[in-house]
C-alpha cells in the first residue's frame, strides 16, 4: 500500500489516483434520465425467508443489509433489502480510482441490457477524485454526468459497504458483488478484472 495515502483509504490494488477531468458548463438534454421508482429504505426488514441463508461474505452466504439508507445526488435513499425478489449488482469505487472508471461504462451496459429482466445496479462511491475528499452530490452529478450512468449511484463516504469484503479482499477496490432474487451472494470479487464471469452470473440469476 502508499505509505503517503490516507489511513481511512481503501488499499486498492491496481488503481492509480487521476486528474479531476475538465469541468464543462454543455449540457447534453438528451443525456437526461428518469431515476428508478424507490423502495422505501427499511434497514434489516425483509420478507419472510429473505436472505435464504445465514448472512455472511462469501458465495452462499445471505446478504445483509446497508448499514444505513445511502443518498444518490437527488436525496433518494437505497438500501438492499428493498430489493427483495430481484438480481442486484452491488458495487463498490471512488472517482480517484482508475480501475473503477474504466469498468463504469461495463456495468452500464449490463444494467442497460438486463434492466428489463430484473437487474438492479447499486453503486457506491466512497470519495472523489481525490483521496480524502468524500463523494458528495455534486461529485455524484459529475460523475453520473461524464460516465452517463441511469442506475443507482450513492455516496458512501464511510465505504460502509466495505463489510461485504471477505478477509482476503479488504481493503481493494473496486467490489463486485451479485445477488440472486432469494438473497444469496452468487459473485463476490473486487480489484480490477473484466466482468465476463459477472455476466455469466447474471444471466443465470435472472
Known amino acids: ?32 434520465t428518469t431515476p428508478p421508482a424507490l423502495p422505501p429504505c427499511k434497514i434489516g426488514e425483509a420478507a419472510v425467508g429473505f436472505p435464504a441463508a445465514p448472512i455472511g461474505t462469501d ?28 438480481v442486484m449488482l452491488i458495487n463498490l469505487g471512488a472517482g480517484w480510482c482508475g480501475p473503477c472508471k474504466a469498468e463504469a461504462p461495463s456495468i452500464e451496459a449490463l444494467y442497460a441490457q438486463y434492466k428489463e429482466q430484473g ?17 458528495d452530490p455534486t461529485f455524484l452529478l459529475e460523475w453520473r454526468d461524464i460516465y452517463k450512468i441511469t442506475f443507482a449511484t450513492f455516496a458512501d463516504p464511510s465505504f460502509s459497504l466495505m463489510r461485504y469484503s471477505t478477509p482476503s479482499q479488504a481493503g481493494s477496490i473496486p467490489q463486485n458483488i451479485i445477488v440472486g432474487r432469494d438473497g444469496i451472494i452468487l459473485y463476490n470479487r473486487a480489484g480490477p478484472r473484466d466482468l465476463a464471469a459477472a455476466r455469466v452470473v447474471i444471466e443465470g440469476a435472472l
Open 1 to 32: 500500500s502508499n505509505e503517503d495515502a490516507d489511513p481511512g483509504a481503501p488499499d486498492v490494488d491496481g488503481a492509480v489516483e487521476e486528474p479531476a477531468p475538465e469541468p464543462t458548463d454543455e449540457v447534453d438534454p438528451e443525456d437526461e
Open 59 to 86: 458465495v452462499g452466504n445471505g446478504i445483509a443489509d446497508f448499514v444505513s439508507c445511502l443518498q444518490d445526488a437527488d436525496g433518494g435513499e437505497y438500501n438492499a433489502y428493498g430489493y427483495a425478489g430481484q
Open 119 to 135: 437487474l438492479v445496479v447499486l453503486m457506491g462511491l466512497g470519495e472523489g477524485w481525490t483521496r480524502s475528499a468524500p463523494a
